[in-house]
């Protein structure tokens, strides 16, 4: 596959925990079409769509890792409780699931990687990020951890090991037909994609100028 430098992987996750939408999907479909604005820092986003089920995230990803070796990892995932996106800081070696996973499987008390350290922080620019959101009208913040369950899993994963020069998570929240379902907060896919899209921008910047300053 060819892609224009930098490369950003944008992953999301398939429907989990009853609904049959997630928002990260309709986020990332979105994103796709939504070009870069910076000229010549152009950049591609991939989205790619995880299984929600024990190391089916992972497992996924990890082959488009190792094959298009993406400048940045920028993981979604959905937050039913969210009432703005959540530029995650913290991802912790612990699986503690509130629900069973899309096999059937609740895990508690465990390990993410056996032998690795606690935790990890995000390698994203998150302040930047986040300022970029909220500039671009979308409400935002700083969130310390990425909770316990697949998210966290997933975010720990692709910090741990260095597989891309920086990675994070973003909760967003859910979508307003979601929330007329089973209630609580939420955010419309158009308004959640231009504040991740505008974060994105900063990134590929980021990432840009960095390239830059180390060739020069």
């Known amino acids: 596959m060819s892609v224009v430098r930098p490369c950003i992987l944008v992953t999301s996750f398939e429907p989990f925990g009853g609904s049959d939408l997630n928002p990260t999907m309709e986020v990332a479909r979105l994103l796709a079409a939504m070009p870069c604005t910076h000229g010549s820092h152009a950049y591609a986003t991939l989205p790619v769509v995880t299984g929600v089920s024990l190391g089916s995230a992972w497992a996924t990803l990890l082959p488009l890792l190792e094959s298009l070796r993406p400048d940045a990892v920028v993981a979604l995932g959905e937050n039913a409780k969210a009432d703005r996106i959540h530029f995650e800081r913290v991802a912790i070696n612990l699986r503690d699931a509130r629900i069973a996973d899309n096999a059937g499987v609740q895990l508690s008390d465990t390990t993410v990687i056996d032998g690795a350290p606690n935790a990890h922080f995000a390698t994203l620019p998150l302040r930047a990020m986040l300022d970029?959101?909220?500039?671009?009208?979308?409400?935002?913040q700083l969130s310390l951890s990425a909770g316990a369950f697949l998210c966290n899993e997933l975010m720990f994963r692709l910090l741990d090991g260095a597989s891309c020069a920086a990675a994070g998570f973003v909760h967003i929240p859910q979508l307003p037909e979601q929330a007329a379902a089973r209630g609580?907060?939420?955010?419309?896919?158009?308004?959640?994609?231009?504040?991740?899209?505008?974060a994105l921008e900063v990134l590929a910047c980021t990432i840009t100028r960095s390239t830059t300053e180390q060739i020069a």
């Open 132 to 140: 970029a959101c909220e500039n671009a009208g979308v409400p935002a």
């Open 184 to 198: 609580g907060p939420s955010m419309d896919a158009a308004m959640t994609a231009r504040g991740v899209h505008a």
